[in-house]
């Protein structure tokens, strides 16, 4: 609102702009520019009244973020995250109305952020966390079941596109992503880790209800990276080195019941064709 006395007429758009550029920091509107354009309150003054909600929605936006990136938050320590936050929201600001989405480039701000330098798995344990709580979003159709394809002939099934269900990604990184991330709940004194020389592949995915994450095993990767592609099963067990040889075949076979059986695939109703 303006004052009634030293009024300064801005078009809406303009006022809403350089309210927000300097919410992040982008320019300067000025305590006196403030006092012009903003009616006083009836107590206090405008910059108090600027002060109290720019401070307060750079708080909130630190508490959102810490929930979407709680290993982030707990491995670099408050003070460093809260910096970290305001940086990103001065480069990046939000996009949307909905708060959910404010982190969705921390992982790449990560990369060149002097942080990175001396935590350099931090890029990728951000990049988990946010493929988590997109997991945590995710819509949750019926997945394929192993009855499902039971009911059908074998050459139908081999036959059959993979589809992953929502949420549903697989992660190679240099480091050991799952054990970083579980430093979230752990105390000061059982913080110790070695991270360098143990990379790591990971699975994302959400099951009843609930998002998780687990290491991969080699065979397990490279199925469902095959799976993303819509590859079949007949397609899989032909790209693989000794498709042919029936232990292949077995531990091919023992390995999609596995995954079939943590809802990772969605159910088209193909089989039923």
């Known amino acids: 609102m303006r004052s009634r006395q030293h009024s300064e007429k801005l078009p809406l758009e303009t006022l809403q702009t350089a309210f927000s550029g300097e919410l992040f920091g982008r320019q300067t509107f000025g305590p006196e520019r403030r006092e012009r354009c903003f009616r006083k309150p009836p107590e206090g003054t405008v910059e108090s009244r600027w002060h109290i909600y720019s401070s307060g929605y750079l708080t909130r936006l630190v508490e959102a973020l810490e929930n979407d990136y709680p290993a982030l938050a707990r491995v670099v320590g408050p003070g460093p995250f809260g910096s970290l936050i305001q940086r990103y929201v001065a480069a990046h600001p939000p996009r949307s109305f909905d708060l959910r989405y404010a982190g969705d480039r921390l992982a790449t701000f990560l990369e060149p952020d002097p942080l990175t330098g001396d935590l350099p798995f931090l890029p990728d344990l951000a990049r988990l966390e946010w493929l988590l709580a997109e997991a945590f979003v995710a819509k949750d159709p019926e997945p394929l079941r192993w009855r499902d394809l039971q009911a059908v002939d074998p050459e139908t099934v081999s036959e059959l596109p993979l589809v992953l269900n929502p949420g549903t990604v697989v992660i190679r990184s240099r480091w050991p992503l799952v054990d970083i991330w579980k430093l979230k709940d752990k105390d000061d004194e059982e913080v110790s880790l070695e991270v360098e020389g143990h990379p790591s592949t990971v699975l994302v995915f959400r099951n009843k209800l609930q998002t998780r994450c687990r290491k991969l095993e080699e065979t397990e990767a490279r ?7 819509g590859s079949s099963l007949a397609e899989i067990q032909a790209a693989w080195a000794d498709g042919d040889d029936p232990d292949v075949v077995r531990q091919l076979l023992e390995g999609f019941r596995r995954l079939v059986d943590e809802g990772l695939f969605l ?6 064709e």
Not at 267 to 272: A, E, F, I, K, V
Request: charged share 30%; net charge positive; aromatic share 8%.
């Open 267 to 272: 159910n088209t109703g193909r089989h039923r």
């Open 223 to 229: 199925f469902l990276e095959a799976a993303a592609r």
